[in-house]
Nanobody
Framework: QVQLVQSGGGLVQPGESLTLSCTTSGFSLDYYAIGWFRQAPGKEREGVGCINNSGGRTSYVESAKGRFTISRDNAKNTVYLQMNNLKPEDTAVYYC?????????????????????WGQGAQVTVSS
C-alpha cells in the first residue's frame, strides 16, 4: 500500500535550520510530484511547496521562498524539506503528500485536494 513516512521534526531556536524527510513506498516515486504542507494550531492546512517528479522544478509559496528548499532522491524514495532561518511563525505540523501528476501545477500545487496520500505529519516548533 502507498505510504509516506516522515521524520526530522523537532524544537529549534529562531534562525536555526531543520530538514524534514519523507520516505515513500508502495508506488514509483519517479512518476509523481510531491508537495509539502503545514498546519498551525487553529489554522487551515496550507501549502509550502512542491517538487516535480524528476526534481528539476520546484514551486514555493511566498512565505517559503528563499528560506525553504525541497529536494528529492528517487533512488532512496525520499523527498526532503530543508528549512533555514526558521521563525516562530513557522511553528506547525508539516506534512508531505503524493501528487497525482508528474508536475506541480502553478494553479493548484498548494491545494490539499490535489494530493491523494499524506504522511503522518512532523511537529516543528520554533521557539527561544
Amino acid at each position: 500500500q502507498v505510504q509516506l513516512v516522515q521524520s526530522g521534526g523537532g524544537l529549534v531556536q529562531p534562525g536555526e535550520s531543520l530538514t524534514l524527510s519523507c520516505t515513500t513506498s508502495g508506488f514509483s516515486l519517479d512518476y509523481y510530484a510531491i508537495g509539502w504542507f503545514r498546519q498551525a494550531p487553529g489554522k487551515e492546512r496550507e501549502g509550502v511547496g512542491c517538487i516535480n517528479n524528476s526534481g528539476g522544478r520546484t514551486s514555493y509559496v511566498e512565505s517559503a521562498k528563499g528560506r525553504f528548499t525541497i529536494s528529492r532522491d528517487n533512488a532512496k524514495n525520499t523527498v526532503y524539506l530543508q528549512m533555514n532561518n526558521l521563525k516562530p511563525e513557522d511553528t506547525a505540523v508539516y506534512y508531505c503528500a503524493k501528487g497525482t501528476e508528474t508536475y506541480c501545477s502553478v494553479s493548484y500545487y498548494h491545494e490539499p485536494w490535489a494530493y491523494d496520500y499524506w504522511g503522518q505529519g512532523a511537529q516543528v516548533t520554533v521557539s527561544s
